[in-house]
């Protein structure tokens, strides 16, 4: 049975109820209990090395909190086969205040002093600012050059660019990430300050390249959650949930993810320390400091309640559905999901055909009352689902809404995928012609973009097109029929689970012309069935014109 005082005593506060954690982090240590700790025969935890990391940085920066001393022993926690980290890549996500760049102050002058003793071991952060890369690089520079820090001078050489260990040549530099400008070095450690500022894996993809070069290569990934959707942090933060929840095995990746189990927990100032550690009771000075600092925004949102959707992701890391941004709420579209009443009218065809190269989307309006059903199917070319959503990849089938398991949606007929370079329009043409046959649909709204290409194409199939030829002009006149019927639960989906990402991935914007319906990330997050959705709901009055002529055409062929 692997033992070190720092884990086994942060463990058993937890299970005497001296700590509060949320649910992720029991589930991190519930895995370190079951995976690591029992398998003594694999791994080794390296006490030389924890403890002079410990020294090392309450002697010259500041004592550490428990959650630090916590992580600590698995950033040297090695095989036994071959001296290797089991875990090379740590994401330290909290509410901010929490200490995060302090701990990756000390961590980064460790590893290139003589303690840590590894020759050549360059350590690089990277942030989206120089401003933001510079902040733990500062704190080590100002300790360094401290007029009664002699003999951290006789190791460090510190200028304001760089400092490097002189037993070890080991460099600890700041960077910008602009993948454009960087090359992948020799680096022995990567960190990521405010990860969630990176929209895409770019610059990740660089330094890491750099790994592996020498001994012991690692990457910290460390942030707060921010407002950037479908980002880089998106794609680790999922990757963290399969691993707490089962799905990966726990190797590797070591998730240490504060943040409050649900939104009700903001108005109880006794459980944040679920969101940040230094909220943890008793509190220390710094953490006394931060309490105050705090819970003064808070008491702020009763007169600023503008403030709170910065107040619950930044100190709270929490994402909270906004009301005045989202479209509409979780729970408006779960309620879609009902089953279609009976389809025995004449519906509106919609169609919004975003590219040729990415999706189209297809749809029928029906209308009973004052409820409306929405019947629609997609098309999508294989590569960009390939590269955006690893649509060939056997794995795909495993993920949320927000990942987009296009197989398995297809596997569900809400779509087809399609092997072409370009999206062929007479796909889009046939099934409105199958739909006719089932359902009579004769009129289809749609937006100007490929109308010249498709107009012909389904006039000549016998359809009335009707052109939207400035999409967001409708919308401010569709924002008060879309608001009500999802507040008052009056639009019917059905099971569909891509209807219900299309829709969850827009926001409303107010504007100077009214409200907009746009998209929360321009390229991954599609949104193609509910702009169809609008532009059906945009002629839906005439719905009980169709249907009444439909009637009276029935009549006529019974009494001709």
């Known amino acids: 049975m692997l ?3 720092y884990v086994d005593s942060y463990i058993q506060k937890w299970k005497d109820g001296a700590i509060l954690l949320n ?10 209990e079951t995976m690591i700790l029992p398998r003594d025969d694999l791994y080794y935890f390296n006490e030389e090395q924890i403890n002079n990391y410990i020294e090392f940085s309450q002697v010259w920066y500041f004592e550490l909190d428990e959650w630090e001393t916590f992580i600590a022993p698995f950033i040297f926690l090695f095989y036994v086969e071959d001296d290797e980290p089991v875990f090379d890549e740590f994401v330290i996500n909290m509410g901010r205040g929490g200490g995060k760049n302090g701990f990756i102050s000390t961590l980064a002058n460790y590893f290139i002093s003589e303690l840590h003793g590894i020759d050549y071991y360059d350590v690089s952060i990277v942030a989206n600012s120089e401003k933001q890369a510079k902040r733990s690089f500062q704190e080590c520079y100002r300790v360094i050059n401290k007029k009664d820090n002699e003999d951290l001078l006789e190791e460090f050489e510190a200028y304001k660019s760089s400092i490097t260990g002189l037993t070890t ?6 960077k910008t990430s602009n993948a454009s400008s960087q090359d992948g070095g020799r680096e022995g450690a990567v960190i990521y ?4 500022e990176m929209e895409t894996t770019e610059i990740v993809d660089v330094f890491s390249g750099g790994l592996g070069k020498v001994d012991c290569g690692r990457q910290f990934f460390i942030g707060t959650k921010g407002f950037v959707r479908e980002g880089y942090f998106d794609i680790k933060y999922r990757e963290c949930e399969d691993l707490l929840n089962g799905h990966t095995p726990f190797r590797g990746l070591f998730p240490y993810i504060c943040e409050l189990d649900s939104i009700e927990e903001l108005d109880k100032p006794e459980v944040w320390a679920k969101a940040n550690p230094a909220l943890q009771e008793p509190l220390n000075k710094r953490g006394k400091r931060l309490y105050t600092k705090v819970y003064k925004e808070y008491e702020k949102l009763a007169k600023q309640p503008s403030g709170r959707s910065a107040f619950v992701t930044k100190r709270m890391n929490f994402l909270e559905d906004n009301m005045e941004n989202s479209v509409a709420t979780k729970e408006e579209i779960t309620a879609t999901n009902r089953p279609f009443f009976e389809l025995d009218h004449v519906p509106i065809g919609s169609l919004d055909f975003g590219s040729v190269r990415d999706f189209a989307a297809c749809g029928l309006l029906f209308k009973k009352g004052e409820e409306y059903t929405f019947k629609t199917f997609s098309f999508a070319c294989k590569q960009f689902c390939d590269v955006h959503y690893g649509y060939s990849n056997s794995a795909s089938d495993i993920g949320t809404e927000k990942r987009a398991p296009i197989k398995q949606w297809e596997k569900q007929g809400l779509l087809k995928v399609v092997d072409e370079p ?10 409105f012609i199958e739909m006719r046959e089932l359902y009579g649909v004769r009129k289809i709204v749609a937006d100007n973009y490929k109308l010249d290409i498709l107009r012909p194409l389904l006039e000549e199939a016998g359809f009335e097109v009707e052109c939207i030829k400035r999409p967001t002009s409708i919308h401010p006149l569709m924002a008060p029929r879309v608001e009500d019927g999802f507040a008052n639960h009056k639009f019917i989906f059905g099971d569909n689970p891509l209807m219900r990402w299309y829709t969850n991935n827009v926001y409303v914007k107010e504007t100077s012309n009214g409200k907009q319906f746009l998209k929360k990330e321009e390229v991954k997050r599609k949104t ?3 702009q169809a959705f609008v532009y059906a709901l945009y002629r839906a009055n005439e719905l009980d014109e169709i249907n009444m002529d439909s009637t009276f055409d029935a009549y006529s062929d019974f009494y001709a």
């Open 3 to 5: 033992q070190n005082d």
């Open 193 to 196: 300050d405010e990860y969630h």
């Open 169 to 174: 040549q080991s460099v600890f530099e700041y």
């Open 422 to 431: 370009s999206l062929n329009p007479m796909h889009i043409v046939n099934w």
């Open 23 to 32: 649910k992720k982090r029991e589930q991190l240590l519930t895995l370190i």
């Open 528 to 530: 193609d069935g509910f």
